[in-house]
C-alpha cells in the first residue's frame, strides 16, 4: 500500500474534461507504485494531478494508459465507456453522488487501500475527500487495474471509475 497527500494544486478539476490516450510516451507521475509478477511482466502506476497514467510491459510488449485532462492534447479523444484493441480492455463510467456519499467512498478507498500491497491512494489539497486511488493485479500472465477519480463539490461529487485488462 502506498498512500500519499499531495501539497499540489490538482490539474484535473472536471470528471467532463478527463480523456483517454494510450501508448503516448508517460508523463512522470507524482507518486507511483511498481508491481512485477514473473508472467505478467511489470505494471507502475502513477498519479498525475488528479489523473493517472499507469505503464505494463511484458517482455518486448508494453502499453500506457493515461485518463486525464491532458490526454486530449497528447492525440487522445474524451473519456470513452469502453475501449478494446488486441489484448486490452478499458471500461469507464462517472456517477454523480450525495456529498455524503463521496465521502463514504472516500473513505472506503482509503481504507482498502491502507489493507495491503498493491494500491496507490494520492489526496490533494483543499478537500480530504479529493481522491485519486488506483490498484493493480497479477492472473494468469494478464495485469487487472482499476482507478477511482473523486472530485468533490459543495453538495454532491463526481466519482469517476475505470477497469482496465491487458494481456500482451
Known amino acids: 500500500m502506498s498512500h500519499h497527500m499531495l501539497d499540489i494544486a490538482p490539474r484535473d478539476v472536471s470528471a467532463a474534461a478527463l480523456g483517454l490516450v494510450l501508448d503516448a510516451p508517460a508523463p512522470t507521475p507524482l507518486v507511483s507504485e511498481q508491481l512485477t509478477d514473473s508472467a505478467a511482466g511489470i505494471l507502475t502506476l502513477g498519479v498525475l494531478g488528479a489523473s493517472h497514467v499507469v505503464t505494463a510491459v511484458s517482455g518486448e510488449h508494453m502499453l500506457t494508459e493515461q485518463v486525464s485532462c491532458d490526454a486530449l492534447d497528447a492525440g487522445g479523444r474524451l473519456l470513452p465507456d469502453r475501449e478494446d484493441r488486441g489484448g486490452y480492455s478499458f471500461r469507464s463510467r462517472a456517477i454523480t453522488v450525495r456529498r455524503d456519499e463521496l465521502a463514504r467512498r472516500a473513505e472506503e478507498l482509503?481504507?482498502?487501500?491502507?489493507?495491503?500491497?498493491?494500491?496507490?491512494?494520492?489526496?490533494?489539497?483543499?478537500?480530504?475527500?479529493?481522491?485519486?486511488?488506483?490498484?493493480?493485479?497479477?492472473e494468469s500472465g494478464e495485469w487487472y487495474w482499476r482507478t477511482w477519480h473523486l472530485y468533490p463539490h459543495a453538495d454532491s461529487g463526481v466519482i469517476v471509475e475505470t477497469e482496465s485488462r491487458w494481456r500482451p
Open 110 to 138: 482509503r481504507d482498502a487501500a491502507s489493507s495491503g500491497p498493491g494500491w496507490l491512494c494520492a489526496g490533494f489539497p483543499g478537500d480530504g475527500d479529493a481522491l485519486t486511488v488506483l490498484t493493480g493485479t497479477a
